[in-house]
């Protein structure tokens, strides 16, 4: 069973969404908070494999919480759902940590469908934020030329820490040693010209970003 915490001040929709995700036989709602003081605590003591956040929720200071939250939860993935505008909010909440951005005008059909994806790590964002992302609007033409010529390690390297995955983790899991992790991390850096981890990690996330 996957674990979900849903935080919105607004009781119909904290009931609604439980409502509708347990129906699907395959999540756990494990907790239901109004505001940031209960949310970082839930998060603590709940340990959720998906978090539904109102970005606008009291005690909490929107995407800069994103980045407190994923980076104190690295094993959470974050859906936003928010009354703002998709196309202001959504791709600096990607790249602050979320893994979807929703509006509340969403159907309950996309709101099903944009979990079960976070869910399997994947991205979610509506068809006509993808299309502007793949279509050159972006520097993600420029990145995608960059990413074809990291070699297949590589690549599995920066696929791992993109969720998160610390050094230790990737080298148990690639079966190296954990300073040969440090290598493919400066080679990375530099083959897709960033100067920082977290950059790294956006790019990365940017790349797995397909049309839905």
């Known amino acids: 069973m996957t674990k979900i915490l849903i935080a919105d001040h607004h009781?119909?929709?904290?009931?609604?969404?439980?409502?509708?995700?347990?129906?699907?036989g395959v999540y756990e709602v494990v907790g239901k908070v109004t505001n940031g003081k209960d949310l970082f605590k839930a998060l603590?003591?709940?340990?959720?494999?998906?978090?539904?956040?109102?970005?606008d929720l009291p005690e909490i200071n929107g995407i800069t919480a994103l980045r407190?939250?994923?980076?104190?939860?690295?094993?959470?993935?974050?859906?936003?759902?928010?009354c703002h505008p998709e196309e202001m909010y959504a791709l600096n909440s990607i790249k602050a940590g979320a893994s979807a951005y929703l509006s509340k005008t969403a159907s309950t059909e996309v709101l099903t469908e944009a979990v079960h994806q976070v869910a399997r790590g994947g991205i979610y964002l509506n068809k006509e934020i993808s299309e502007k992302i793949n279509t050159g609007t972006t520097r993600?033409?420029?990145?995608?030329?960059?990413?074809?010529?990291?070699?297949?390690?590589?690549i599995e390297v920066l696929n791992?820490?993109?969720?998160?995955?610390?050094?230790?983790?990737?080298?148990?899991?690639?079966?190296?040693?954990?300073?040969?992790?440090?290598?493919?991390?400066?080679?990375l850096l530099k083959k897709l010209r960033v100067d920082n981890l977290a950059d790294l990690i956006n790019q990365a996330r940017l790349l797995q970003i397909r049309p839905t």
């Open 11 to 24: 009781p119909i929709t904290r009931m609604g969404i439980s409502s509708l995700l347990e129906k699907e």
């Open 160 to 187: 791992l820490l993109s969720t998160g995955k610390r050094n230790k983790d990737i080298a148990e899991a690639l079966d190296i040693n954990e300073k040969t992790v440090s290598t493919y991390k400066t080679r």
């Open 44 to 55: 603590k003591t709940k340990n959720p494999d998906v978090l539904i956040l109102e970005i």
């Open 68 to 82: 407190t939250i994923k980076s104190e939860n690295p094993g959470t993935k974050i859906l936003i759902l928010s």
């Open 140 to 154: 993600t033409n420029n990145l995608v030329s960059r990413y074809k010529k990291l070699s297949t390690r590589e």
